[in-house]
Nanobody
Framework: QVQLVESGGGLVQPGGSLRLSCATS????????MRWYRQAPGKKRELVAG????????NYADSMKGRATISRDNGKNTVYLQMTSLNTEDTAVYLC???????????WGQGTQVTVSS
C-alpha cells in the first residue's frame, strides 16, 4: 500500500522557519522524483519545490527561491522541505507528491497545514 505521510506543519510567526517531512512507503522511493505543492484556500495548487530521484537536481517556485530547501534521504524514503523567512502568504496545506521516473505513476499525500500568523 502506497503511503505518503507529511508532518512538521503548524503555526509559526512571520519570519519563522519550519521543516516539513514526507515519509513514504509502498513504492521504490529512489525511482521517484519528489515534489512539494501547496494549496491555500480559494487558490490553485502550486508547485513549491521539486527534487530528482537521485537528489542531484532541484527546482523551486520563484516565490520560494532563497527561502526553501528541498532534500531527500533515499535510505529513509523521506523527502524534506526546509522553509525560512515565512510570511502570511505561505499559509497553505503543503502536500507531498511522487512521480515515477519510469512509468509516470503519481502519488499524493494528505497534506500538512502550515499557518503563518502573529
Amino acid at each position: 500500500q502506497v503511503q505518503l505521510v507529511e508532518s512538521g506543519g503548524g503555526l509559526v510567526q512571520p519570519g519563522g522557519s519550519l521543516r516539513l517531512s514526507c515519509a513514504t512507503s509502498g513504492f521504490t522511493f529512489s525511482c521517484y522524483a519528489m515534489r512539494w505543492y501547496r494549496q491555500a484556500p480559494g487558490k490553485k495548487r502550486e508547485l513549491v519545490a521539486g527534487i530528482s530521484s537521485d537528489g542531484r537536481h532541484t527546482n523551486y517556485a520563484d516565490s520560494m527561491k532563497g527561502r526553501a530547501t528541498i532534500s531527500r534521504d533515499n535510505g529513509k524514503n523521506t523527502v524534506y522541505l526546509q522553509m525560512t523567512s515565512l510570511n502570511t502568504e505561505d499559509t497553505a496545506v503543503y502536500l507531498c507528491n511522487a512521480v515515477g521516473t519510469v512509468m509516470g505513476n503519481v502519488y499524493w499525500g494528505q497534506g500538512t497545514q502550515v499557518t503563518v500568523s502573529s
